[in-house]
């Protein structure tokens, strides 16, 4: 029987691998997971245990955490290099099994090197690795049974229907990856089941984005707030996570039939909401954050896809309206700055040390890189999301004096002919962006923007 072998190291990490062993367990049942501490009844032969439960096993998940690579026995000696290392001797057994390896990484450690390894263990840093962080287990964990499901197959074992089941939906009881029947959703050739599912998804967002959860009212000293902002910042991420993924693929097809399901979904959540007697402006301002992660998830993918014009289409033919029926582009509705002030982000415990006008777009990448994994693979990602906060910010200066400038202008400020280079095509006369109407469709307000683009690049930056 199929299954995933937890490999990990007593006293770094068991935090991950206890999480991943219940979320597994869960999702495809415990006999499918092998896990020493649980999987290995008393009495048993722990040498002979591991080495079967692993031959049976088709994916062998390896848990990196800090102390991974420098831990050392009494005597000072590296466990990797101890042919009776645990963690080593099963990741060599799974290769040479034939098992798939996959490192996972927790909390932002930096990826392995092959030169901080011992040479039987090399392989292990060209392994296309995973990532959990404790505060983003929700969305980490998912995607790791998603692509798990996606990749052995086998592991979901579909149970007896009492009658044939429709082409387009799994057997009774048979479980199946989300990410999975929405990607054989989109090669449908109506859709409508796509349509379906991303409502559904969305509907299940806006529930949990109430006032009760995120109240708009209270206050708080200043040095409270940073901690309180941050923590609601994040509670966002994780209530957003499986619509921004689906979002994400979905856009990426490139499949133009659902260009006005993602801009409705945008406008669908700047609604306003009912006026609260006090609220805060740091709140309110704050409640936009969702909205702003779903414009910069269409964005971004609509870059990697070579959707210019619904790039165009969705940051400035796309409204919030406020409650006295005012529309706003979202353009401007979502510039970086009206969503969390600069000098607050700057602040947040776990943004700190980037520029205050790097910070949210710092945070963005990072949240977007978990999203788009395996949906667009690492560098291309990178590109995808420079090239649209330079797109972005370009249009802004064209719309208004000011321009929300992320991390990419550090770059810009280094070298900025290399961004635009790499745009040029984006932003000529004949290009998909200005036909759809972006900067009048005239060359020479590009042009424009782009000298104040790089004048604010050197008053912010240099």
Same mark, same amino acid.
Request: proline share 6%; charged share 25%; glycine share 6%.
């Given at each position: 029987?199929?299954?995933?072998?937890?490999?990990?190291?007593?006293?770094?990490?068991?935090?991950?691998?206890?999480?991943?062993?219940?979320?597994?367990?869960?999702?495809?049942?415990?006999?499918?997971?092998?896990?020493?501490?649980?999987?290995?009844?008393?009495?048993?032969?722990?040498?002979?245990?591991?080495?079967?439960?692993?031959?049976?096993?088709?994916?062998?998940?390896?848990?990196?955490?800090?102390?991974?690579?420098?831990?050392?026995?009494?005597?000072?000696?590296?466990?990797?290099?101890?042919?009776?290392?645990?963690?080593?001797?099963?990741?060599?057994?799974?290769?040479?099994?034939?098992?798939?390896?996959?490192?996972?990484?927790?909390?932002?450690?930096?990826?392995?090197?092959?030169?901080?390894?011992?040479?039987?263990?090399?392989?292990?840093?060209?392994?296309?690795?995973?990532?959990?962080?404790?505060?983003?287990?929700?969305?980490?964990?998912?995607?790791?049974?998603?692509?798990?499901?996606?990749?052995?197959?086998?592991?979901? /074992?579909?149970?007896?229907?009492?009658?044939?089941?429709?082409?387009?939906?799994?057997?009774?009881?048979?479980?199946?990856?989300?990410?999975?029947?929405?990607?054989?959703?989109?090669?449908?050739?109506?859709?409508?089941?796509?349509?379906?599912?991303?409502?559904?998804?969305?509907?299940?967002?806006?529930?949990?984005?109430?006032?009760?959860?995120?109240?708009?009212?209270?206050?708080?000293?200043?040095?409270?707030?940073?901690?309180?902002?941050?923590?609601?910042?994040?509670?966002?991420?994780?209530?957003?996570?499986?619509?921004?993924?689906?979002?994400?693929?979905?856009?990426?097809?490139?499949?133009?039939?659902?260009?006005?399901?993602?801009?409705?979904?945008?406008?669908?959540?700047?609604?306003?909401?009912?006026?609260?007697?006090?609220?805060?402006?740091?709140?309110?301002?704050?409640?936009?954050?969702?909205?702003?992660?779903? /414009?910069?998830?269409?964005?971004?993918?609509?870059?990697?896809?070579?959707?210019?014009?619904?790039?165009?289409?969705?940051?400035?033919?796309?409204?919030?309206?406020?409650?006295?029926?005012?529309?706003?582009?979202?353009?401007?509705?979502?510039?970086?700055?009206?969503?969390?002030?600069?000098?607050?982000?700057?602040?947040?415990?776990?943004?700190?040390?980037?520029?205050?006008?790097?910070?949210?777009?710092?945070?963005?990448?990072?949240?977007?890189?978990?999203?788009?994994?395996?949906?667009?693979?690492?560098?291309?990602?990178?590109?995808?999301?420079?090239?649209?906060?330079?797109?972005?910010?370009?249009?802004?200066?064209?719309?208004?004096?000011?321009?929300?400038?992320?991390?990419?202008?550090?770059?810009?400020?280094?070298?900025?002919?290399?961004?635009?280079?790499?745009?040029?095509?984006?932003?000529?006369?004949?290009?998909?962006?200005?036909?759809?109407?972006?900067?009048?469709?005239?060359?020479?307000?590009?042009?424009?923007?782009?000298?104040?683009?790089?004048?604010?690049?050197?008053?912010?930056?240099?």
């Amino acid at each position: 029987m199929p299954g995933v072998f937890v490999n990990y190291r007593t006293g770094d990490g068991e935090w991950a691998a206890a999480l991943v062993k219940r979320e597994l367990s869960a999702r495809f049942g415990a006999d499918q997971v092998f896990y020493a501490s649980q999987s290995i009844r008393l009495g048993e032969d722990f040498s002979r245990e591991i080495l079967s439960g692993l031959r049976r096993c088709e994916v062998l998940l390896a848990l990196i955490g800090p102390r991974w690579v420098n831990a050392v026995d009494r005597e000072g000696v590296h466990r990797l290099d101890k042919p009776d290392d645990w963690v080593r001797r099963e990741i060599l057994e799974a290769f040479d099994c034939g098992l798939r390896v996959i490192p996972v990484l927790m909390d932002g450690i930096d990826p392995l090197r092959e030169a901080d390894l011992p040479d039987a263990l090399k392989r292990v840093a060209r392994c296309q690795y995973l990532r959990i962080h404790h505060r983003s287990d929700d969305l980490d964990l998912p995607r790791l049974v998603d692509e798990l499901v996606e990749l052995v197959p086998e592991l979901v /074992t579909p149970r007896p229907a009492p009658s044939a089941p429709r082409p387009d939906r799994p057997a009774e009881g048979e479980l199946r990856s989300p990410i999975t029947e929405f990607r054989q959703a989109l090669s449908e050739p109506l859709g409508l089941s796509v349509h379906e599912r991303v409502q559904a998804t969305a509907a299940a967002a806006l529930e949990l984005l109430t006032e009760s959860r995120y109240p708009t009212s209270g206050h708080l000293d200043d040095s409270e707030l940073p901690a309180a902002l941050e923590k609601r910042l994040t509670a966002y991420e994780h209530d957003m996570a499986p619509l921004l993924r689906l979002v994400a693929i979905g856009v990426r097809s490139g499949d133009r039939r659902h260009d006005e399901l993602w801009t409705a979904l945008v406008e669908r959540f700047l609604r306003p909401g009912p006026q609260r007697r006090g609220a805060q402006d740091v709140w309110v301002n704050a409640s936009s954050y969702p909205a702003l992660l779903l /414009t910069c998830v269409i964005g971004v993918a609509a870059v990697a896809a070579g959707r210019e014009e619904l790039l165009h289409r969705l940051l400035c033919r796309t409204s919030a309206t406020s409650a006295d029926g005012r529309s706003t582009p979202v353009l401007r509705e979502l510039a970086l700055r009206n969503v969390v002030d600069p000098r607050l982000a700057a602040a947040l415990p776990a943004w700190g040390g980037a520029p205050p006008h790097q910070a949210l777009s710092v945070q963005l990448r990072q949240v977007l890189s978990r999203v788009f994994f395996n949906v667009v693979d690492g560098a291309s990602f990178d590109w995808a999301f420079a090239d649209y906060e330079f797109l972005r910010s370009l249009l802004e200066l064209h719309d208004a004096p000011f321009s929300s400038l992320g991390e990419f202008a550090v770059r810009l400020d280094h070298d900025d002919s290399v961004i635009y280079q790499r745009n040029a095509a984006r932003l000529d006369a004949e290009s998909a962006l200005l036909r759809a109407g972006a900067f009048g469709g005239d060359p020479g307000n590009v042009a424009g923007a782009w000298r104040e683009l790089r004048q604010a690049t050197r008053a912010r930056y240099s």
